[in-house]
């Protein structure tokens, strides 16, 4: 395995004169913003960072990398829970600074700098009433975010992230620059598509885009005393729900602030975030439905959807403590939920909160073994994570995290999204990717033998 080793300074120069976009060191300025990345639990110090503009700086930065045998990480928003965008004392390559999004309108396509975050997404396609399938926050990256598979608001209707993919540009261990897609190096376009950032450096993603300008969204609240109710019927509604009707479940504080009413502010609640499509019977019907059982709270209203993909960016800035764990679920029976009511009767801080999204409609129109991401049967990705600004409060929130997801592991199907995984070890990796885990070692031998791209989930290259 690649270790950090010692710089010297004149090779340090070198590769720094061949950077467009910089090299950053820990004496220079720059240098401590630059290291951050968005878990304040994440303290790494790399010994370079590799400010990216262009693909030329990508591969300068991969060949140095890989001819001196340092620790590589890539950096797409920094958002990674594991801190998987950073290393300690290697180099990381950040494409932070690689942020354009170029829209064709008449083919409903997008190419995407890898160094995106989804906010950016947005902003370049809703003027012509597109978008693409992405994440609940507009700060993550687009980088990891799709090459994890990528859940969200438009999971249901249109599939997760990689099912819009159409393409990538990607820089290898050696710096060769190749366009993967389903004609060319099929094998790694199919990695890619869940593979996580195993395979290279992708320097730009290609997008197929979809007809999406305004959404009926929002959330829906029920006091605690009735969760159990709330999550059961929660449950049945999305085993009917058409495709069109995307809504997570969540336990959760009410943020004290508007537009939340403030007889609310603080108090636990559980409740579902909808985002439906504006205009769709079956919209009006399943909202209809939900709203039978009478919750506290009802925001949900029309919204151009840039507007519900950043609505909880104020309450989750970048700095905070965060700790994951997260599995993946086929059904949601009445002792799961038990379990999640009594668990969840001991939020830790007012920023923790327990997420349970749909990952059935559209997505599981493709096979299991269509793209790497393995649980096209699974019906729900839940993810339990608890957050505070505090750093006193990090056991704590760890702890609370853990004892949550361990009441209720015995229901999971087996692994957890990629994206939502911890430092947990080889197994979980496995598991994750079950039968299509050989498939990606032989993938990974012949596309970074060495390994170089390990700061990641890692897939180990098959003998
Ligand atoms: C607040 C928050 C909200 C989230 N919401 C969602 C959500 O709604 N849906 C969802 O699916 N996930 C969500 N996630 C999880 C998210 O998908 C992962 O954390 C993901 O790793 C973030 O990608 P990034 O580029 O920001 O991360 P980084 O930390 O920069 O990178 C993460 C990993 O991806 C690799 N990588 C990143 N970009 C590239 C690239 N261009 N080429 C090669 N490798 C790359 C890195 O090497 C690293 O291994 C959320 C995370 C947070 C913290």
């Given at each position: 395995?690649?270790?950090?080793?010692?710089?010297?300074?004149?090779?340090?120069?070198?590769?720094?004169?061949?950077?467009?976009?910089?090299?950053?060191?820990?004496?220079?300025?720059?240098?401590?913003?630059?290291?951050?990345?968005?878990?304040?639990?994440?303290?790494?110090?790399?010994?370079?960072?590799?400010?990216?503009?262009?693909?030329?700086?990508?591969?300068?930065?991969?060949?140095?990398?890989?001819?001196?045998?340092?620790?590589?990480?890539?950096?797409?928003?920094?958002?990674?829970?594991?801190?998987?965008?950073?290393?300690?004392?290697?180099?990381?390559?950040?494409?932070?600074?690689?942020?354009?999004?170029?829209?064709?309108?008449?083919?409903?396509?997008?190419?995407?700098?890898?160094?995106?975050?989804?906010?950016?997404?947005?902003?370049?396609?809703?003027?012509?009433?597109?978008?693409l399938p992405?994440?609940?926050?507009?700060?993550?990256?687009?980088?990891?975010?799709?090459?994890?598979?990528?859940?969200?608001?438009?999971?249901?209707?249109f599939g997760?992230t990689?099912d819009s993919l159409?393409?990538?540009?990607?820089?290898?261990?050696?710096?060769?620059?190749?366009?993967?897609?389903?004609?060319?190096?099929?094998?790694?376009?199919?990695?890619?598509?869940?593979?996580?950032?195993?395979?290279?450096?992708?320097?730009?993603?290609?997008f197929r885009l979809h007809?999406?300008?305004?959404?009926?969204?929002?959330?829906?609240?029920?006091?605690?005393?009735?969760?159990?109710?709330?999550?059961?019927?929660?449950?049945?509604?999305?085993?009917?729900?058409?495709?069109?009707?995307?809504?997570?479940?969540?336990?959760?504080?009410?943020?004290?602030?508007?537009?939340?009413?403030?007889?609310?502010?603080?108090?636990?609640?559980?409740?579902?975030?909808?985002?439906?499509?504006?205009?769709?019977?079956?919209?009006?019907?399943?909202?209809?439905?939900?709203?039978?059982?009478?919750?506290?709270?009802?925001?949900?209203?029309?919204?151009?959807?840039?507007?519900?993909?950043?609505?909880?960016?104020?309450?989750?800035?970048?700095?905070?403590?965060?700790?994951?764990?997260?599995?993946?679920?086929?059904?949601?029976?009445?002792?799961?939920?038990?379990?999640?009511?009594?668990?969840?009767?001991?939020?830790?801080?007012?920023?923790?909160?327990?997420?349970?999204?749909?990952?059935?409609?559209?997505?599981?129109?493709?096979?299991?073994?269509?793209?790497?991401?393995?649980?096209?049967?699974?019906?729900?990705?839940?993810?339990?994570?608890?957050?505070?600004?505090?750093?006193?409060?990090?056991?704590?929130?760890?702890?609370?995290?853990?004892?949550?997801?361990?009441?209720?592991?015995?229901?999971?199907?087996?692994?957890?999204?990629?994206?939502?995984?911890?430092?947990?070890?080889?197994?979980?990796?496995?598991?994750?990717?079950?039968?299509?885990?050989?498939?990606?070692?032989?993938?990974?031998?012949?596309?970074?033998?060495?390994?170089?791209?390990?700061?990641?989930?890692?897939?180990?290259?098959?003998?």
């Amino acid at each position: 395995m690649a270790k950090a080793i010692e710089l010297d300074d004149r090779a340090a120069e070198e590769l720094g004169s061949r950077l467009r976009g910089g090299l950053l060191r820990p004496r220079d300025e720059g240098y401590e913003s630059a290291r951050k990345v968005y878990n304040g639990m994440i303290d790494r110090r790399p010994a370079l960072i590799a400010r990216c503009v262009d693909v030329a700086d990508v591969i300068a930065a991969v060949r140095f990398a890989g001819e001196r045998g340092l620790d590589l990480a890539v950096r797409g928003g920094g958002h990674n829970g594991a801190g998987l965008g950073t290393c300690e004392g290697g180099l990381v390559v950040d494409l932070s600074p690689m942020r354009g999004v170029v829209v064709d309108p008449a083919s409903a396509t997008a190419g995407v700098a890898g160094g995106c975050v989804l906010g950016d997404v947005d902003h370049a396609t809703h003027p012509f009433g597109l978008a693409l399938p992405m994440g609940f926050i507009s700060t993550t990256g687009v980088g990891g975010l799709t090459l994890g598979g990528g859940i969200g608001h438009l999971t249901r209707r249109f599939g997760l992230t990689v099912d819009s993919l159409l393409g990538a540009d990607v820089v290898l261990h050696d710096g060769a620059l190749v366009h993967a897609d389903e004609e060319h190096h099929p094998d790694l376009f199919w990695a890619l598509r869940g593979g996580g950032g195993n395979f290279g450096v992708v320097t730009s993603f290609h997008f197929r885009l979809h007809p999406v300008s305004t959404v009926m969204a929002g959330p829906m609240l029920w006091e605690m005393d009735r969760a159990t109710e709330a999550m059961a019927a929660y449950r049945d509604l999305m085993r009917d729900a058409p495709e069109e009707v995307n809504g997570f479940f969540a336990f959760l504080t009410v943020p004290p602030a508007p537009p939340f009413p403030e007889h609310l502010w603080l108090r636990p609640m559980c409740g579902v975030v909808w985002c439906c499509a504006d205009g769709a019977a079956a919209t009006d019907r399943m909202l209809g439905r939900a709203r039978e059982l009478a919750p506290v709270l009802d925001g949900v209203q029309r919204m151009p959807l840039p507007v519900l993909q950043s609505a909880f960016d104020p309450l989750y800035p970048p700095g905070l403590q965060w700790y994951w764990r997260a599995d993946f679920a086929n059904e949601l029976g009445d002792e799961a939920i038990r379990r999640h009511v009594e668990q969840a009767a001991d939020l830790p801080t007012p920023l923790s909160t327990m997420h349970l999204y749909p990952i059935d409609g559209a997505a599981h129109r493709v096979g299991p073994e269509d793209t790497a991401f393995r649980f096209r049967d699974a019906r729900f990705a839940e993810v339990i994570v608890g957050v505070d600004p505090d750093p006193a409060e990090a056991e704590r929130i760890r702890s609370w995290t853990v004892r949550y997801w361990e009441a209720l592991h015995p229901f999971s199907a087996g692994g957890a999204y990629v994206n939502f995984l911890m430092d947990e070890g080889e197994d979980r990796v496995r598991a994750t990717y079950g039968a299509n885990y050989p498939r990606l070692a032989a993938i990974k031998r012949r596309y970074d033998p060495g390994n170089l791209f390990h700061v990641n989930q890692n897939i180990r290259p098959a003998a």
